[in-house]
């Protein structure tokens, strides 16, 4: 059983900053993958960053340079730093984990609650 917890997210000027985390517990083996998604209603869920247990990170092109994902392996937490923040960031964004439950078994994906992000003057 895991349990996903996802926080932050708000309403913030163009230019702005935020900080979401999603903590993930229970009872598993490894995180092999965090990944944060947005989803803008009638869109399809896209992929915006992501973060591999041996450090390894995709930012889509559109956030490089403004965003910064980071994981915290003690705490099973990732963090999803947002500077500098646009009107086209507007979204609900979603964490992602792929969790194997024992050695050798197949990850699976679990998935934050979602969070509103609205970036307006």
């Known amino acids: 059983q895991v349990e996903v917890v996802e926080s932050g997210g708000g309403l913030v000027q163009p230019g702005g900053s935020l900080r979401l985390s999603c903590t993930f517990s229970g009872s598993f083996f490894k995180i092999y993958t965090m990944a944060w998604f947005r989803q803008i209603p009638g869109k399809q869920r896209d992929l915006v960053a992501s973060i591999t247990d041996d450090g390894r990170i995709f930012l889509t092109h559109s956030v490089e340079g403004r965003f910064t994902i980071s994981m915290d392996k003690a705490t099973n937490t990732m963090y999803f730093q947002m500077n500098n923040l646009k009107p086209e960031d507007t979204a609900v964004y979603f964490c992602?984990?792929?969790?194997?439950?024992?050695?050798?078994?197949?990850?699976?994906?679990?998935w934050g609650q979602g969070t509103q992000v609205t970036v307006s003057s």
């Open positions: 992602n984990a792929r969790i194997g439950a024992l050695p050798g078994t197949t990850p699976e994906g679990y």
